[in-house]
């Protein structure tokens, strides 16, 4: 049987050559996105075990987390750019659950991010997520959700742009401040649990920090974030 899958798989292979999503180089295994070079080139943080790490620290008097983590150095021209260009503007959304996947194991091998009640991926605005299909930080809490087992909740947080009309009655004021754009539908269902807020990129957490203030604003919540890379310079 296996004999019979391996000769499938190998004509497969030769009508549809199967190829590394980071390199491009010819892969032998369908099953995977990565040929094992870039798997091994891929730039993990190891934050997610130490309290004070960079990432908690962007947050630190700004807002009270239980803990934040990053999984991967973003730096430019990167293959963790590359492949996170593929999920957001290339429609890739495997790469996103791929990499979800790693960044929950990751979190399952520290102490610091247990008994999680809720995955809630930062919402986009509306009118952008109908634009891509779909909201990339979700497609990544799918991933995690899968090997962490603990379920996404979606739809609970939205965001709203500012029409012109309230712009205009407040033009005196800017709207700079973007904690006025998320927007908690149903706190009850927040309320007393244990959140992990999940984005793809941080770079200067300002976008997280108004979600979380929203958040920890609606409910008394233990309040935790995690990103699948942080920006590097
Ligand atoms: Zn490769």
Not at 126 to 143: L, S, T, W
Not at 152 to 176: D, M, P, Y
Not at 183 to 195: D, F, H, R, S, Y
């Amino acid at each position: 049987m296996h004999f019979l899958k391996t000769i499938f798989s190998d004509s497969l292979h030769l009508f549809y050559p199967h190829v590394c999503e980071g390199c491009g180089s010819d892969l032998l295994q369908e099953d995977n996105l990565l040929c094992l070079r870039c798997i091994t080139d891929l730039p993990h943080t190891r934050f997610a075990q130490h309290a004070g790490n960079p990432i908690e620290k962007i947050f630190w008097g700004r807002v009270p987390l239980t803990a934040a983590h990053s999984e991967f150095y973003f730096a430019k021209e990167s293959l963790v750019q590359q492949l996170i260009h593929q999920l957001k503007y290339k429609g890739n959304r495997a790469i996103g659950i791929y990499l979800g996947e790693l960044m929950g194991r990751s979190l399952l091998d520290s102490n610091r991010f247990k008994n999680i009640d809720y995955l809630v991926p930062i919402p986009l605005y509306p009118d952008k997520e109908r634009k891509r299909g779909y909201n990339q930080a979700a497609v990544i809490c799918g991933g995690m959700s899968g090997v962490m087992n603990v379920p996404v909740l979606t739809g609970n947080i939205t965001r709203a742009r500012f029409t012109e009309t309230q712009t205009k009655k407040h033009r005196t004021e800017r709207w700079e401040n973007v904690s006025d754009s998320f927007i908690v539908l149903e706190k009850e269902k927040l309320a007393g649990k244990n959140i992990l807020l999940i984005d793809d990129v941080i770079t200067t957490g300002a976008t997280l920090e108004a979600c979380c203030q929203v958040i920890l604003a609606a409910a008394d919540v233990k309040l935790s974030v995690a990103t699948l890379s942080m920006a590097t310079k």
